[in-house]
């Protein structure tokens, strides 16, 4: 069974975090860490000559969100919005996790949509949401 973690990756006025390579390298501790099998980037940004590899790492890049998830099941959508709390979702181990790009709620043919509570809606970048949610998956699966 695979489980991906598929982000955005977007010019840094976008999202502080989202296309740098440190961003990277925090996606990439996080998928060993938490037994992520593959990451998926939607590459947002304007300038998409350089796209990092590591080779330690299944690694993907697409240039849309539907384009990235086209040959996937079982895919839940992080949302602030969302209707299902985080702390009361239960993970699967081929579960794929899609964390939305920095302009926030979208439409998307992903019919479950997790929110993390917290504190008023407040922006998390997307390298925290995904430690929060993948923490949240090896405490309940492994």
Same mark, same amino acid.
């Given at each position: 069974?695979?489980?991906?973690?598929?982000?955005?990756?977007?010019?840094?006025?976008?999202?502080?975090?989202?296309?740098?390579?440190?961003?990277?390298?925090?996606?990439?501790?996080?998928?060993?860490?938490?037994?992520?099998?593959?990451?998926?980037?939607?590459?947002?940004?304007?300038?998409?000559?350089?796209? #990092?590899?590591?080779?330690?790492?299944?690694?993907?890049?697409?240039?849309?969100?539907?384009?990235?998830?086209?040959?996937?099941?079982?895919?839940?959508?992080?949302?602030?919005?969302?209707?299902?709390?985080?702390?009361?979702?239960?993970?699967?181990?081929?579960?794929?996790?899609?964390?939305?790009?920095?302009?926030?709620?979208?439409?998307?043919?992903?019919?479950?949509?997790?929110?993390? #509570?917290?504190?008023?809606?407040?922006?998390?970048?997307?390298?925290?949401?995904?430690?929060?949610?993948?923490?949240?998956?090896?405490?309940?699966?492994?």
């Amino acid at each position: 069974m695979t489980s991906r973690l598929i982000v955005h990756f977007e010019d840094n006025y976008s999202d502080a975090w989202g296309g740098t390579q440190e961003s990277l390298f925090m996606y990439k501790q996080m998928c060993f860490n938490w037994n992520i099998d593959e990451l998926r980037i939607i590459d947002l940004r304007s300038d998409k000559s350089r796209q #990092p590899r590591d080779e330690t790492l299944n690694m993907k890049y697409y240039s849309s969100l539907e384009e990235s998830i086209s040959d996937l099941h079982n895919c839940v959508y992080i949302d602030i919005h969302g209707t299902t709390n985080l702390w009361a979702f239960k993970h699967k181990k081929d579960m794929n996790y899609i964390i939305g790009a920095s302009y926030g709620y979208r439409e998307t043919p992903i019919g479950i949509r997790i929110r993390i #509570p917290q504190n008023g809606h407040g922006e998390l970048h997307s390298t925290h949401i995904a430690s929060i949610i993948l923490s949240h998956r090896y405490m309940n699966i492994g």
